[in-house]
């Protein structure tokens, strides 16, 4: 299916066609402006018959997208990984509340405490929701090779810091890939009401209807036990499940 986000043209069969201004992908609902209207129009993915430009059905509730950006963040870091650039590292952690998961790239020493922050190289699941994009001017359904091209060009000197070697990380990154993608991703935090710090690295799904994990243990990043003194572990947290007992994974 092809990307659904503001700026796409779809046709309509009763306004013809138009240009959608929001997506919430939550819900399935857009917002579109059809011809001159200076109104918006909302319609839902489901249920309005909404289409492509050229034609083809928006099916939403039949291939619903991913709610959340992190196997696609997997699969690009995994990209340069290849092409060099092995100081890039993925974190990846829950809001307090636990309804969304954050993700943060960073390059240069891998110290998962102490990261440093450039503008768009972090955001949410819920900003995801409605606008499928990272924020370096990527396209919605970007490819790996896309996604890398876009971070380049929008950050080369950011980018630039993660030229070099870290093997024992990249391997590892490599087979987390291997046994995640394309429909979970993993997380660097866990319910602290669960106890300690799990011994496997926590698994996600990155959308809804697809089986629950069943393949090998994964490790933590190479270094993660050494960074952590106490009992407590790493970036813990507590869900807020009464709130949203069904959107806790987006």
């Known amino acids: 299916?092809?990307?659904v986000a503001p700026g796409t043209v779809i046709f309509h069969r009763h306004r013809g066609y138009g240009v959608i201004t929001a997506v919430n992908l939550?819900?399935?609902w857009i917002s579109a402006r059809f011809g001159s209207e200076v109104r918006t129009l909302d319609l839902n993915l489901a249920s309005d018959e909404v289409q492509h430009a050229d034609g083809e059905a928006i099916l939403f509730r039949r291939a619903p997208p991913a709610r959340m950006p992190h196997a696609r963040l997997m699969g690009m870091v995994r990209e340069l990984h290849r092409a060099?650039?092995?100081?890039?590292?993925?974190y990846s952690w829950p809001k307090p509340s636990g309804l969304h998961w954050r993700w943060h790239l960073f390059a240069g020493q891998r110290n998962w405490i102490e990261r440093p922050w450039r503008e768009g190289w972090y955001g949410s699941g819920c900003d995801y929701n409605c606008n499928p994009v990272m924020g370096w001017g990527d396209a919605p359904g970007a490819s790996a090779e896309e996604l890398a091209r876009a971070l380049a060009k929008f950050d080369p000197q950011g980018l630039a810091q993660a030229l070099g070697r870290d093997e024992d990380h990249t391997i590892w990154f490599d087979k987390v890939c291997q046994a995640l993608l394309p429909d979970h991703a993993y997380t660097l935090g866990w319910d602290s009401r669960d106890g300690p710090q799990p011994?496997?690295?926590p698994v996600i799904a990155v959308r809804r209807g697809v089986p629950e994990y069943k393949g090998p243990a994964l490790p933590w990043p190479p270094g993660w036990a050494r960074i952590w003194s106490g009992a407590s572990g790493a970036a813990p947290f507590k869900t807020n499940l009464a709130a949203a007992p069904s959107s806790v994974v987006r």
């Open 84 to 90: 060099g650039y092995q100081r890039l590292y993925l």
């Open 199 to 201: 011994q496997v690295l």
């Open 1 to 3: 299916m092809k990307p």
């Open 26 to 28: 939550l819900t399935g």
